[in-house]
């Protein structure tokens, strides 16, 4: 059984960032992963794993992978996602020299941050639908967030990252 935080009920400060060259992934020191995790009151779960509220599908390329969700009318899953993005970037500034022993500015780091929100859209990578997504469907998506992925470039780090997510269940709203 996995468990989902309701995207509206986590607490940002409960997310813990860990240190990107201590990652069991398997190719860690090419494709650095810090790994993010939540801590409960009682209970710790080894990603974010979150529960959106109905969601109404704006586009989807079963090719690609792209999902676009509207966020129009879920304001404090918007805010909640758009804080947590902006604590991460915080958090890449903070550690970025003794990560990378780089020293990018916040406009730098934040230009090279790969949002999952872009204004009032959710936008997810999905490429292994069960079911066909189509324009105007709503549906309640479950993402784990697994931690923020950096892109190397010549032996280092380019500047560039995003949360490394994947769709866990998609449930249709009738």
């Known amino acids: 059984m996995e468990?989902?935080?309701?995207?509206?009920?986590?607490?940002?400060?409960?997310?813990?960032?860990?240190?990107p060259w201590n990652s069991l992934k398997k190719n860690y020191l090419t494709d650095p992963l810090a790994p993010l995790s939540y801590f409960g009151t009682q209970f710790r779960?080894?990603?974010?794993?979150?529960?959106?509220?109905?969601?109404?599908?704006?586009?989807?390329?079963?090719?690609?992978?792209r999902l676009v969700l509207n966020m129009f009318d879920v304001n404090l899953a918007n805010i909640k996602i758009n804080i947590l993005q902006e604590t991460l970037i915080n958090a890449v500034l903070y550690h970025q020299v003794a990560w990378f022993n780089t020293n990018y500015t916040k406009e730098e780091i934040k230009g090279g941050f790969t949002p999952l929100i872009q204004g009032n859209s959710l936008i997810l990578n999905y490429k292994e639908s069960p079911i066909e997504l189509?324009?105007?469907?709503?549906?309640?998506?479950?993402?784990?967030?697994?931690?923020i992925s950096f892109?190397?470039?010549?032996?280092?780090?380019?500047?560039?990252?995003?949360?490394?997510?994947?769709?866990?269940?998609?449930?249709?709203?009738?």
């Open 134 to 147: 189509t324009h105007g469907m709503r549906i309640r998506v479950a993402v784990k967030i697994h931690g």
């Open 3 to 19: 468990w989902q935080l309701p995207v509206q009920k986590v607490e940002i400060g409960s997310i813990n960032i860990g240190n």
């Open 45 to 65: 779960l080894p990603c974010v794993a979150l529960l959106f509220p109905p969601l109404q599908v704006s586009e989807y390329n079963s090719i690609s992978g």
């Open 151 to 174: 892109k190397s470039s010549d032996g280092g780090w380019s500047g560039n990252c995003h949360m490394h997510h994947t769709v866990s269940r998609i449930i249709v709203q009738g």
